[in-house]
């Protein structure tokens, strides 16, 4: 009897021994080696366990973190561009809501971009924006005028444009190829030292698809918020109201009431992209550029406004320095233009919303509110090289 329960026991334990395994064996291929520890910090500070960059619960969570981990490294690597001076995070900083304050920023050899650099922490959540389908209709595209229709064609993009990196792509595999480090951590999110350029952007895509920022005063009062912007006759109490009233009254028609988005929440016609009435310059005339449609005159992406305290100067070329300049702009120096918004329109005619002073100084208040001091020293989306 007492044999048969010792062996019983051992059967046991074998079998607990043998349906951990598997377990056991994807913690240990998921942390690093003491090997691997030391090739990692020669150059970088990164944790002995990647961090959780919030994928959720799916089993390949592990292999989720180390892809975002491998695209934060190259995020912040300045041999990504041709001169090697210039990284992502060179116009994309962390501290200014990824986005940088130049209107116009210098890529390597002196070359300056053709645009304001976009804040990539002005969506509450990078992904929830770009990857969903709206009432079925495309998620909006990237840049100002959306002419990328998806996160890896806009990083190809950026990687070869000589105003940004400089690079062709499989440059970029040769330098994980021949970095120890590199060869670290794509093993790590890819069970492969072989790079494949697809790799490459699914690495970046996934960091940047992990930028979130939900720990803004607005998100305290976001609920009530919720409330004044659906019509509800609220009399605004304190100046956070006023502002959140003022701008329920002329701003959601294109900026979502979730600050990340627009159509979703705002208009029926899921529009992405409009013209607000900038003076518009004859050298970039936005959304036309790559339609050559008229309609497309001088519409711009609605960006997000998360963060947007951070990420001055502002709008697509930079034109304005400060947030009462543009709130300047909004309440008096809309101009006509054919392709305008209605909501921006009287009749024929440019709104004019006539604000007095403290009603434009509580809108802009309100938008400081949108400010996510936590997201701005986050470990998990700063810069990993050892300095
Ligand atoms: C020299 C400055 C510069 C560098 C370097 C740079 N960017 Fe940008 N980024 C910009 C500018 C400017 C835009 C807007 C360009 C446009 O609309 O034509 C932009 C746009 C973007 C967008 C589109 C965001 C949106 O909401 O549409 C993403 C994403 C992005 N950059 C990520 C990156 C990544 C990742 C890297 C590194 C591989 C990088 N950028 C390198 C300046 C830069
Ligand atoms: C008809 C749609 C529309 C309305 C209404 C609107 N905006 Fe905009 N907003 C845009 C577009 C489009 C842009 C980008 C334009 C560009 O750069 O060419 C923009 C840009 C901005 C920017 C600069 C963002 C950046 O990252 O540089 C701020 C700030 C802003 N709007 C605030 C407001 C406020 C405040 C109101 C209400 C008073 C408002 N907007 C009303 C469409 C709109």
């Known amino acids: 009897m007492n044999q048969l329960r010792i062996f019983t026991l051992l059967l046991g334990a074998f079998a607990l021994l043998f349906g951990c395994r598997p377990n056991n064996q994807q913690l240990i291929n998921s942390t690093y080696t003491p090997d691997e520890l030391r ?5 970088l500070d990164l944790p002995d366990f990647p961090y959780d960059y919030g994928f959720g619960n799916s089993s390949s969570k592990s292999a989720v973190n180390h892809k975002a981990t491998l695209g934060r490294v190259l995020f912040y690597d300045t041999k990504l561009s041709s001169d090697g001076k210039v990284s992502c995070a060179s116009c994309h ?43 079925g209709k495309e998620t909006p595209g990237l840049f100002w005028d959306e002419r990328a229709s998806s996160i890896k064609e806009q990083l190809k993009q950026t990687i070869n444009n000589p105003n940004e990196m400089g690079m062709e792509l499989h440059q970029i595999s040769n330098l994980i190829e021949n970095t120890d480090h590199y060869q670290v951590l794509h093993e790590k999110a890819f069970g492969t030292t072989t790079v494949s350029e697809d790799n490459i952007l699914e690495a970046l895509e996934t960091f940047i698809n992990s930028i979130s920022s939900t720990n803004s005063e607005f998100e305290g009062e976001v609920i009530a918020s919720l ?44 529009l992405s992209v409009t013209n607000n009435g900038l003076k518009h310059t004859a050298n970039d005339l936005g959304v036309y550029q790559h339609t050559g449609k008229l309609e497309d005159i001088g519409k711009f992406k609605i960006p997000g406004l998360r963060n947007i305290e951070l990420t001055a100067p502002y709008m697509h070329d930079g034109r304005f320095a400060t947030l009462e300049e543009v709130v300047d702009f909004y309440n008096s120096g809309i101009e006509f233009h054919e392709n305008l918004h209605p909501s921006l329109r009287d009749g024929n005619e440019a709104k004019r919303m006539n604000m007095n002073e403290e009603e434009k100084t509580a809108l802009v208040d309100f938008l400081k509110s949108l400010t996510d001091e936590k997201m701005t020293t986050e470990a998990k989306w700063s810069n990993p090289f050892v300095r």
């Open 93 to 135: 900083q962390q501290a200014l809501g990824f986005a940088d304050d130049q209107a116009f920023s210098e890529g390597p050899n002196g070359n300056v971009t053709d645009r304001n650099s976009i804040a990539l922490a002005s969506l509450r959540n990078f992904g929830v924006h770009y990857d969903k389908t709206i009432d």
């Open 39 to 43: 090739v990692l910090s020669s150059n």
């Open 227 to 270: 409330n004044y912007i659906s019509g509800d006759s609220v009399v605004g109490e304190t100046k956070f109201e006023r502002g959140l009233q003022l701008f329920a009254k002329h701003c959601t028609a294109c900026h979502g009431k979730g600050m990340e988005a627009i159509s979703e929440f705002a208009n029926p016609e899921n």
